[in-house]
């Protein structure tokens, strides 16, 4: 079984920082891009970063360039996303997704973790 899992969430003051991991069962990383989307309440889904495979290329939205990081360790069939200077509006529950086409849109990826919540509030 397919399995995909996120972890590395919780509550951090404006300004602070975390550091979100995606680590997959029953298939490797490496071999997917890999996508970070976050929803926050009443809002539609939104892609946030992207790392392709093989070569590792990252792709981020204009609100994360410059604070987040996306990154493999493949060793660890791991995917993270670091997030420094962190604003109240990137507050949402946080989703990984791999996929064989790379994009945006929701559809172009077939695992999906079930979120992890990041909170940013004083």
């Known amino acids: 079984e397919q399995l995909v899992v996120e972890s590395g969430g919780g509550l951090v003051q404006p300004g602070g920082s975390l550091r979100l991991s995606c680590v997959a069962s029953?298939?490797?990383?490496?071999?997917?891009?890999i996508a970070w989307f976050r929803q926050a309440p009443g809002k539609e889904r939104e892609g946030v970063s992207i790392?392709?495979?093989?070569?590792?290329?990252?792709y981020y939205i204009d609100s994360a360039k410059g604070r987040f990081t996306i990154s493999r360790d493949n060793a660890k069939n791991t995917v993270y996303l670091q997030m420094n200077a962190l604003k109240p509006e990137d507050s949402a529950v946080y989703y990984c997704?791999?996929?064989?086409?790379?994009?945006?849109?929701?559809?172009?990826?077939?695992?999906w973790g079930q979120g992890t919540q990041v909170t940013v509030s004083s």
């Open positions: 029953g298939f490797t990383l490496d071999r997917y891009h």
């Open positions: 790392i392709s495979s093989p070569d590792s290329r990252t």
């Open positions: 997704a791999a996929g064989g086409l790379m994009g945006w849109a929701i559809d172009e990826y077939d695992y």
